[in-house]
C-alpha cells in the first residue's frame, strides 16, 4: 500500500474479501449463535409456519433473502442515516424488501402465498431481521453486513426446515407435500409408501400425531433441539 | 445531531425511492398476480363439479382452467328475491363483502356449468363461520336442484388436522356426493353435519371428529346459504327450468 495512505491503509490491508472472520460471520449464526435457539428471535414465524417443509423452505428463503439485503442497504448507508430516524429508515428498507418477496410470491407462487398468507408480510416485524440492523450492519461494512445477513438467514432456515421436516413426517406422513417433490411416507391410502390401511401391515397401529399440525408441538420440538444443542456445544454451556 | 432539515430530506428522498421501487414491481406483477387469483377462485369452483369434469382438476393446466369457465360456465349474479341481478359478473361477487352487507342488500353468485352430456350443474357459493375465522365453499347441484354432485370447501384459520380437514381431507367432501337438500314431501332440509355420524344418509354427513365447532358452522353455512338461492330455485321450477325434484324418481 502507498504512504500516502496511511491513516486507513492497515485496517484495509487487514480486511480480505473472504477470510476467516467472514466466513464465520456465515457459520456463527448457524450454531454458537443461532437466531433461534440462542438468541430467541423469531420464534413466533418458526412456530407458525413449519407444519410442512414446503411453506418452510420457502419462507426461510424469503427470511434470508430479507435480512441479507436489508443488511446491505441499511450498512450502505449508514453514515448517512440520521440518528433520530434510524428505526424508522430500518423498518422502511424492510418492509420494502419484504413487500417486493411478497409481490413476487404472489405473481409466481399463488399457492405457498396462500398458505404462508399473513406471516410473508409479518417478516417485517420479525426481530431477526430489526436485530442484525441494529446490532451489526448499522457498524459495519456493507460486504460484511451482507454476509451476516445470509448466516442468520441461514441459521434461521436450518431451525425452521428441522422443525418443518419433523412436524410433516409425524403429523401427516408426508414430505414436501405441495411441490413436486412430494414424497407420501406413512398413511391411509394407496398413494403412501407404507400404507397403514393394508392387509396384514405392520403399522396398522400407526396415526399422525395431531399434536405435530398444532403451533405448540414446533415450541417443545424448538426446547428440545435448544436442549441438545446446549448440552453438545460447550461455548453455551455457561451463558444466562 | 442532524439539522431538521437534513431528517426532512432524507426522509423525504427515501420515501419518494421507496414508493418508486414498490409501485414499479406492483404493476410489472399484477397481471400474472391477477390472472393467478382469477385461477384459484375458478379452481376452487371447478372442483365442486369436478366429477362432471372428465379429468382431474389438478391436471388441468391454468390455461385450461380459465378455457372451461369461459366455454362452460354460464354466470348470473342473484339478488335476495332471486332475480338476476345486471352488470355484476358472478365471479366478481366479493363473498366475503357481501357477508357485510343487511342480509336483503346482498348479492349471491351462480355459476351453471354445462357438462359434456348436456345437463346442467348449479354452483352456489356459502360463507359462515368455523371455530377460528371464516369458512367458504361451492356446492354444486344436478339439474334437479335436489342433488349434490360435490362440493368443496376452504378457510382462514381453521386448526389444520382438525377443523382444517373440510379443506385437506378428500374423504370428507367426497359424502356429500348424492345427497340431497330436500326430503319427500319437497321441504329444504339442506345438509346436516352430525357428530357421532351420519344416521340419515339422505341428507346427513358425518361430522369430523375434534372439530364439532367447524362441522356446526357447516352445517349452518349450508342451511343459510342455500337457503339464501330458495327463492331462484322457485322461479326456475315455475318456468320449468329446471326438471324438478319429483322426476329424481324416476
Redesign the interface.
Known amino acids: 500500500m502507498a504512504d500516502t495512505a496511511t491513516s486507513t491503509a492497515p485496517a484495509q490491508e487487514k480486511e480480505p474479501f473472504f477470510g476467516k472472520k467472514e466466513r464465520r460471520l456465515l457459520t456463527d449464526p448457524l450454531n454458537d449463535n443461532n437466531p433461534i435457539t440462542v438468541q430467541i428471535l423469531g420464534v413466533c414465524s418458526a412456530l407458525a409456519v413449519t407444519t410442512m417443509v414446503y411453506p418452510s423452505v420457502v419462507m426461510a428463503i424469503a427470511v434470508t433473502f430479507v435480512t441479507a439485503f436489508s443488511n446491505l442497504t441499511t450498512s450502505a448507508v449508514r453514515n448517512f442515516i440520521p440518528k433520530e430516524v434510524r428505526m424508522i429508515v430500518q423498518l422502511v428498507i424492510i418492509a420494502v424488501l419484504v413487500t417486493v418477496v411478497e409481490l413476487t410470491l404472489k405473481a409466481f407462487n399463488y399457492q405457498i402465498w396462500k398458505q404462508l398468507s399473513v406471516f410473508i408480510g409479518l417478516i417485517i416485524t420479525n426481530c431477526i431481521v430489526m436485530g442484525r440492523l441494529e446490532a451489526f450492519a448499522m457498524a459495519n461494512k456493507p460486504w460484511r453486513s451482507f454476509l451476516d445477513g445470509i448466516g442468520n438467514g441461514l441459521g434461521y432456515s436450518g431451525i425452521l426446515i428441522i422443525l418443518g421436516v419433523i412436524r410433516e413426517i409425524f403429523g401427516r406422513g408426508t414430505l414436501f407435500a405441495g411441490s413436486p417433490l412430494e414424497i407420501d411416507i406413512i398413511g391411509a391410502g394407496e398413494k403412501f409408501m407404507i400404507n397403514t390401511t393394508a392387509p396384514g401391515s405392520w403399522f396398522s397401529w400407526y396415526s399422525n400425531n395431531g399434536l405435530m399440525v398444532l403451533p405448540a408441538s414446533a415450541l417443545l420440538i424448538i426446547g428440545v433441539i435448544i436442549w441438545i444443542q446446549r448440552s453438545s456445544n460447550k461455548k453455551l454451556v455457561d451463558i444466562s | 445531531?442532524?439539522s431538521n432539515s437534513?431528517?426532512l430530506k432524507?426522509?423525504l428522498v427515501?420515501?419518494v425511492i421507496?414508493a418508486l421501487?414498490?409501485s414499479g414491481?406492483?404493476y410489472a406483477?399484477k397481471p400474472?398476480?391477477d390472472k393467478?387469483?382469477a385461477?384459484?377462485t375458478k379452481r376452487a369452483i371447478l372442483s365442486a363439479v369436478e366429477s362432471q369434469l372428465g379429468k382431474d382438476l389438478a391436471s388441468l393446466s391454468d390455461d385450461e382452467v380459465l378455457q372451461v369457465f369461459d366455454q362452460q360456465m354460464e354466470q348470473v349474479t342473484l339478488n335476495m328475491k332471486g332475480e338476476a341481478v345486471e352488470g355484476i359478473q358472478a365471479e366478481k361477487v366479493d363473498m366475503a363483502k357481501e357477508k357485510k352487507k343487511p342480509e336483503a342488500e346482498r348479492v349471491l353468485p351462480l355459476f351453471i356449468y354445462k357438462g359434456q352430456d348436456g345437463k346442467k350443474y348449479y354452483i352456489l357459493s356459502v360463507r359462515g363461520s368455523g371455530l377460528w375465522d371464516e369458512i367458504w365453499g361451492n356446492i354444486a347441484l344436478a339439474e334437479d336442484l335436489n342433488t349434490v354432485v360435490g362440493a368443496s370447501f376452504d378457510h382462514k384459520g381453521e386448526?389444520?388436522?382438525?377443523g382444517?380437514e373440510i379443506k385437506d381431507n378428500p374423504g370428507w367432501k367426497a359424502q356429500f356426493k348424492d345427497k340431497h337438500l330436500f326430503d319427500a314431501s319437497g321441504k329444504f332440509t339442506s345438509i346436516n353435519v352430525r357428530k357421532g355420524g351420519a344416521v340419515d344418509k339422505e341428507r346427513e354427513v358425518d361430522s369430523i371428529s375434534?372439530a364439532t365447532i367447524t362441522s356446526v358452522g357447516v352445517s349452518e353455512m349450508l342451511l343459510r346459504g342455500i337457503g339464501y338461492y330458495l327463492p331462484y330455485f322457485e322461479k326456475l321450477r315455475a318456468q320449468g327450468g329446471a326438471t324438478g325434484m319429483q322426476t329424481e324418481s324416476e
Open positions: 445531531m442532524e437534513y431528517v432524507f426522509t427515501m420515501t421507496a421501487i414498490l414491481m406492483f406483477t400474472t398476480a393467478n387469483e385461477v384459484f386448526t389444520p388436522g382438525l382444517g375434534g
